[in-house]
């Protein structure tokens, strides 16, 4: 048997992050893989799902050239798309050689399907690994509803959409989450007739509600059909198409044929056949059950990113891995700090989170004024006709940054300002003060903050302040 420091299982951001953190301390680290390393955000989410959506807004571009005065006449073969996907896909994997830095690192790869045999011990085909403390690290996969008839048709998940050949005349979508909404837009741009299916009032469900609506409403004007509120009740098999038949809370039904049909109805944790049970490991098909501290209901195993189901995006999963490390080596336990973690979605425009929302601080019972930037008045989206959308920041009635939500262009980037402030403790005020680079779409959040600023200097003790200034000057 092999003995190791540390065992992760599990080879996506989450176990990458471990293990090479870990062997960078000089422990003895083995990393278990039943696939390919990089995971499923590698392979078959974050980068091809960002490539394809690059292709879609450059044939959205072309689309719309005579906005800019731009006649054109030429006709376009998409054919190359899906290929040209898989190849970027490959070039990222090629040049971020993981493979060769972990190695480098000491970290020794298994490939293979692990189960444990105790708490200490994993079985991969055969061959016996020993950890003194074992990381779950092994992702999710996505959810197929039961009992709608999705077992005697043909669909398509997050893992096979990028396998597709040719882009499909008409297409369906169950769930209006990330995965649903991306694959929505970069479909219709590229040629598809769409229609999403989703069961809330409000797509995207863990952002703020008043950018998602606006976002659907942008979505829908580029002939998206979006049915809200309206759950799947059954698919089946007719000719060459789904049909796809779905009711509201009323119980009305929709009936839609489509030539292919996008399962992403949410995500479930990868727990199958890893023993859990076995070993004292609490789970539900949402995720493993663990503590603040990212530990399991098992002594010496701990589960980080997707496959403890709190946050599943693969920035966290490496926030929540550098967190059970130092758990590991150090008695002082550390709980991830979410509030300060931000996520995105990359339709175009893109809708960007951070903190707080106006419904939770009101669940919280917190105290909270909201100030909004609309790009409509910032002048660089102006003379770039990319003015939808807006800035929202939600803060503490003296300044304190509780959310940010932007829905405009390269929001995920602009997010990366609020994200440093919130975590450094910056405020409004503080943001405002400092010169941000005119024309830039970060100059919006100056203006955004500006807004803080005005509803100061109307409260009471400024006006009191303001009216003793003038009597001594």
């Known amino acids: 048997m092999e003995k190791y420091r540390i065992v992760v299982l599990g080879g996506g951001a989450a176990g990458i992050v471990a293990a090479m953190g870990a ?17 499923e955000c590698s392979w078959s989410g974050c980068v091809p799902s960002k490539a394809l959506l690059a292709a879609a807004k450059e044939v959205h571009r072309i689309h719309r050239a005579e906005k800019w005065g731009i006649k054109l ?57 020993f950890g003194e403390d074992v990381v779950i690290a092994t992702g999710s996969s996505p959810v197929v509803p039961a009992n709608i008839g999705l077992d005697e048709v ?29 694959m929505a837009q970069a479909f219709a741009r590229l040629g598809s007739k769409v229609t999403v299916f989703h069961p ?20 829908r004007q580029e002939g998206i059909q979006i049915l809200l509120g309206h759950r799947v009740g059954k698919v089946e098999q007719v000719g060459n198409h789904v049909r796809i038949t779905a009711a509201d809370a009323t ?17 479930q944790a990868n727990v199958e056949n890893l023993g859990l049970d076995e070993i004292g490991v609490e789970y539900t098909s949402k995720g493993i059950k663990v503590d603040e501290h990212l530990r399991t209901t ?44 931000p996520w995105g979605t990359f339709t175009d425009p893109e809708l960007a989170h951070l903190g707080l929302t106006e419904s939770q601080a009101d669940a919280q019972g917190i105290k909270y004024r909201v100030y909004r930037q609309p790009f409509s008045l910032v002048d660089r989206a102006i003379v770039e006709q990319e003015d939808a959308g807006m800035i929202k920041l939600i803060a503490s009635p003296g300044g304190k940054l509780l ?9 995920a980037d602009l997010m990366n300002e609020l994200v440093v402030a919130k975590n450094c403790g910056d405020g409004l005020g503080t943001l405002s003060s400092l010169p941000h680079i005119y024309p830039s779409w970060g100059y ?14 109307k409260r009471w003790y400024a006006q009191f302040a303001i009216k003793a200034l003038k009597k001594i000057l």
């Open 154 to 182: 043909p669909y398509i998940t997050n893992r096979t959409i990028f396998d597709m050949e040719t882009i499909p005349a008409s297409f369906g979508v169950i769930g209006g989450g990330p995965i649903g909404i991306e």
């Open 298 to 341: 098992a002594p010496h195993v701990w589960a980080s990113g997707d496959c403890n189901g709190l946050y599943q995006f693969s920035h966290i999963a490496e926030v929540q891995s550098r967190a059970v490390l130092q758990n590991i080596l150090l008695p002082i336990g550390r709980a991830p700090d979410y509030a300060g973690i």
């Open 200 to 219: 809330g009032n409000h797509i995207l469900p863990k952002d703020d509600p008043e950018l998602a609506d606006l976002l659907a409403d942008i979505l």
């Open 23 to 39: 062997a960078s301390m000089g422990l003895k680290v083995a990393l278990v893989e039943k696939s390919r390393i990089g995971g």
């Open 73 to 129: 006449d030429a006709t376009m073969d998409l054919h190359g798309v899906l290929a040209k996907v898989r190849e970027l896909t490959q070039r990222a994997a090629d040049r971020s050689q993981t493979i060769q830095t972990l190695q480098t690192a000491g970290v020794e790869i298994f490939f293979g399907d692990p189960r444990f045999v105790s708490v200490n011990e994993i079985d991969v085909d055969g061959r016996r690994l």
């Open 444 to 457: 919006g959040i100056q203006r955004a903050t500006d807004h803080w600023l005005i509803d100061v200097s």
């Open 251 to 267: 119980g009305i039904s929709t009936t839609v044929e489509v030539n292919s049909l996008l399962v992403a109805a949410g995500r």
């Open 403 to 411: 959310g940010a939500h932007i829905l405009g262009s390269g929001a």
